[in-house]
């Protein structure tokens, strides 16, 4: 099989299984916002989830991956097998004891933790005390789902990619239970999903044993900070930490600002970045997971032909699937929402507001997108330091718009969507035309004449939706608007393909 072939094998892999997991997910997001509604307790629920979630994306999948994963890959093509176990348990050992000291020192201030990332809600006693009791239960989960990301990063380098993208599908299913079969038994239901949030993560360490001990890489935890691969490694985290978690950082100050609005302003937030992460995380995470083992292996090798030839292809995969999604949500968003989330606590006049700010969101999908591809280029040549000043320069500017367009232009909840959206179309730009001045990517990666076939074939596809949303749902309204929605998605999928394979756009997907 060819890397080429290789490479899109893997990617539809992991995103099959990442659509599944973001099917559950938006199942569980169903389940959640029916229990709570847009109220002040789901309000502290999202935010106190979601602080160690952004720091396990930054940290664990981000930082972490992206120094991890080259040194092992390199390891693993010098066929070094005693090196190469060793530097896993080393790193094994080294988690440990960082993620038991994080842990407890978040515990010990977790009021000031609540009052960090959430200053909106200090001033109300009842969101900050819940805010602190939800962030002192879940906060483990930080710990357990970054063991988790570690034994994903020893997989994917083994070119073992499917049960680390299922990984995913556990927590929503116990979360799933916990909101619709535990929470409802108790007074204050939302303990229920905190208590479900570590079950969960306990349950994901477990299923990764039995794949690590197959390819005979089950790590036991050891200390050497001698040892110079783990020196290494401390060079390259250290501007991995920031530069890996761009889109994350940009939307955990979302978080810190929608905090200061109005009631409901976090759900609303919640509820499109949710949409937003289901073509992020289906095929831009699925592909950059895919690439970074990839390219690592590539540049390791000194194929650099190969490597420019696998980031080109990333890049027009990506806005392949980037523009008709952005298409799709902005122009059938509403009813998506409405479909999947009004019903119990959550009222039309959320669905509205919802939608909002997902087409703020979907100014910057294919940037989102984008940089899923663009940042693996970097770390797989150990360069941090680049990505690491432009993420800098990104967050001062997400900082900015997020005060300018949310409070100074009064936009409120869809001045902070439109404020990250920007944020990454220049975090892009800056990375790609770097990638440019190094000769691995040039003007044409982008404005060549897949894009044009792309954007024509996402132009019907628009026609398409709008005649759909006029027209047709008047013949189909005695159905479940949930089945709607389905049999519109599965159209506008069969349309766009076939106008893209009509127009010649052929990646390989269509052999």
Not at 199 to 221: N, W
Not at 411 to 420: C, D, E, K, T, V
Not at 440 to 447: G, M, P, T, V
């Amino acid at each position: 099989m060819t890397q080429k072939k290789s490479t899109l094998l893997n990617t539809l892999k992991v995103s099959f299984w990442t659509l599944l997991s973001r099917i559950a997910g938006l199942l569980r997001d169903v389940a959640t916002t029916s229990l709570l509604g847009a109220s002040f307790l789901h309000d502290v629920f999202v935010v106190a989830l979601k602080i160690p979630n952004v720091f396990r994306r930054l940290f664990a999948e981000g930082a972490f991956s992206q120094a991890f994963i080259p040194i092992y890959s390199q390891l693993n093509s010098l066929d070094d097998k005693d090196e190469a176990r060793a530097f896993i348990d080393y790193i094994f050992g080294l988690m440990l004891v960082v993620l038991f000291l994080v842990t407890t020192i978040g515990l010990l201030f977790s009021p000031a933790i609540a009052y960090i990332f959430a200053p909106g809600f200090y001033l109300d006693p009842n969101k900050n005390s819940l805010t602190v009791q939800l962030i002192q239960i879940m906060l483990p989960y930080l710990g357990l789902i970054s063991l988790v990301a570690f034994a994903a990063g020893i997989q994917n380098t083994h070119q073992k990619f499917s049960l680390p993208a299922a990984t995913p599908l556990v927590f929503n299913i116990t979360l799933i239970v916990a909101a619709t079969m535990i929470a409802p038994r108790y007074e204050v239901g939302v303990f229920a999903l905190a208590w479900g949030v570590i079950v969960a993560g306990l349950l994901q360490i477990i299923i990764q044993i039995a794949p690590l001990r197959a390819i005979k890489r089950l790590p036991v935890p050891r200390l050497n900070f001698s040892n110079p691969r783990i020196k290494e490694f401390f060079i390259l985290i250290g501007p991995a930490i920031l530069a890996g978690g761009i889109a994350q950082l940009n939307l955990l100050i979302d978080t810190i600002f929608a905090s200061l609005l109005k009631t409901g302003s976090p759900t609303w937030l919640y509820v499109s970045d949710r949409l937003l992460q289901f073509p992020l995380g289906v095929f831009a995470i699925a592909l950059g997971t895919v690439l970074l083992p990839t390219l690592s292996r590539l540049f390791s090798s000194n194929l650099i032909e190969d490597f420019k030839s696998e980031l080109d292809k990333g890049i027009v995969l990506t806005f392949l699937i980037a523009f008709p999604s952005a298409c799709g949500l902005v122009i059938f968003g509403e009813q998506i929402i409405e479909a999947l989330f009004l019903r119990g606590a959550f009222t039309t006049s959320d669905v509205k507001m919802s939608y909002l700010s997902l087409v703020a969101f979907m100014c910057g999908l294919p940037f989102f997108m984008g940089l899923k591809v663009l940042v693996p280029a970097f770390f797989s040549r150990r360069d941090t330091k680049t990505p690491m000043f432009v993420a800098a320069l990104a967050l001062f500017i997400n900082i900015g718009l997020n005060y300018l367009l949310a409070f100074y232009f009064a936009m409120g909840h869809i001045g902070l969507a439109l404020a990250s959206s920007i944020s990454a179309f220049l975090t892009f730009s800056v990375l790609f035309l770097n990638l440019c001045n190094l000769k691995f990517l040039q003007l044409n990666s982008i404005f060549n004449a897949s894009l044009l076939k792309i954007i024509l074939a996402t132009s019907v596809l628009g026609i398409f939706l709008y005649l759909t949303s006029n027209y047709l749902i008047f013949y189909l309204q005695s159905l479940p608007l949930l089945m709607i929605v389905a049999i519109v998605i599965a159209l506008s999928v069969t349309v766009y393909f076939y106008i893209a394979k009509l127009l010649g756009l052929n990646l390989g997907l269509f052999r």
